[in-house]
């Protein structure tokens, strides 16, 4: 478990998630998390918020949701519903750690370094365990879209394809790809939506239409 300078977790954050990873034998759980911005408002995690856990939701067990290794595996290639923070893993299972040289990827590739190299099983809760204090001095919360992209989807995650092409299949590679593709585009056209050319193409309506793809 690692906690980020601007966290801060419950009381029972390390009591719920360690019981729980050694009842059900697990490898990681993570736990949900409310942001707290800098006018003192909360806001519901991104996790939450945008129901991308859904199709993650086969196996309940109490208020949390269990994850076998194919439905891990195809989570975190696909999203990185456990930020630093929220991941409580066993030092046994991780594979090498962080990935270091990232600014922002650091915890993604860690988890996605570790269930591509073995079978794990996880599960993660919707009850909010932890606080994200949102502040303007945040690495990733807060940011412009642009500027997170940026970073993140064509500078960071590109090293994803790198070092995993031996450990991926040729429709993990596609994934990764179109991924990345998708968010190149995005970026571009995000830049021209203010510009007199975007109003003219409707680029706008094509940014919502690529949202609702990779939705």
Known sequence: ASLDSDDLWDEDFLTTSIHYLEARNLDFVFLNWTKVMHDGQSQSSEWLRDRKWKRYSAQPDGHW????PQDVRKLFLRHNPAPSSSLVIRRSS??????????????????LDTVLHRDCFAAFTLVPRWKKRVDGTNIYDGKPFHE?????????YPRFRRDFHSLLTPGERLTLWRRQLTYRLRVRLHLSTKS?????LRIPAFLTRLHTLRS
């Open 65 to 68: 949701f269990m994850l076998n």
């Open 196 to 200: 007199e050319l975007a109003t003219k």
């Open 94 to 111: 991780i594979f090498s750690g962080w990935g270091e040289p990232m600014r922002i990827a650091n915890d993604w590739y860690l988890v």
């Open 148 to 156: 997170i992209s940026e970073q993140l989807h064509l500078r960071e």
